[in-house]
């Protein structure tokens, strides 16, 4: 298992797939717009980031294939 920061746009993007991904055999998932998804994380969409930090990592097996995904939050006073 490998726990990778995402630090660019692939890494993003792989960040969505997961969730598509694990969730492509269930009838009853609704994917959510990747719009909705990256504003969580950017600075200008997200009024909670004006004072604090978000990262995010994602999990790959050790195929090297999408295994999960994990962020975090840091909200400043």
Do not use: Q, S
């Not at 960040?15 to 994380?41: M, T, W």
């Not at 600075?43 to 604090?52: F, I, P, Q, V």
């Not at 999990?59 to 999408?66: F, P, Q």
């Amino acid at each position: 298992m490998e726990l990778i920061e995402v630090t660019n746009e692939k890494l993003a993007r792989d960040f969505i797939r997961v969730n598509v991904e694990r969730n492509a055999g269930d009838p009853n998932y609704i994917r959510p717009l990747d719009k909705d998804i990256n504003d969580v994380f950017e600075r200008k969409t997200n009024k909670a980031l004006r004072h604090g930090e978000i990262i995010r990592w994602i999990l790959r097996d050790g195929d090297g294939m999408l295994a999960g995904r994990i962020a975090a939050c840091h909200l400043h006073p």
